[in-house]
């Protein structure tokens, strides 16, 4: 009995296969069809849709879904990512734009209490009886 390492009937399975020219082909399963992000469109529309951002996402989802069904996937994609990068700069500019102003109104409101602390020495100061005579 032949003990040497490798014997030929227990080698590993190549990418060539038994044939010249053939190739070892791995099934990954059915591709994902592209996303079209409908309802983060519809939800940015009803609500974020601040300059209309909503509203062109909601558009680009539509015509993803409508190139998905066709079976256009190549231009589905192209459509879905466009509507996510919409979605993502609606929900940004309206999430953005209200923690700005309570940034703004904080800080104002710390300058304004530093002013009227500032001021309250003015008000308190005592003038001569002799000056009200």
């Known amino acids: 009995m032949d003990t040497s ?21 791995i099934p990954m399963g ?7 992000h409908l309802v983060w469109s519809v939800f940015n529309t009803l609500y974020l849709n601040l300059c209309c951002l909503g509203f062109l ?6 015509k993803a879904r409508d190139q998905k069904v066709a079976g256009d996937l190549e231009a589905a994609q192209r459509f879905g990512s466009k509507a996510k ?4 700069l609606a929900t940004v500019w309206t999430l953005l734009l209200p923690l700005l102003l309570v940034a703004l109104v904080v800080t104002g409101a ?8 500032g001021s309250m ?3 308190s100061v005592k003038f ?3 000056d009200y005579d």
């Open 121 to 123: 020495s003015y008000f």
């Open 57 to 62: 996402a909601l558009a680009y989802s539509i």
């Open 5 to 25: 390492y490798p014997r030929g009937e227990h080698l590993p399975m190549t990418s060539r296969g038994s044939e010249p020219g053939s190739a070892t082909v």
């Open 128 to 130: 001569n009886e002799a």
């Open 110 to 117: 710390l300058h304004l209490s530093r002013l009227a602390q």
């Open 85 to 88: 990068c919409y979605n993502i």
């Open 30 to 36: 059915a591709p994902r069809p592209p996303r079209d």
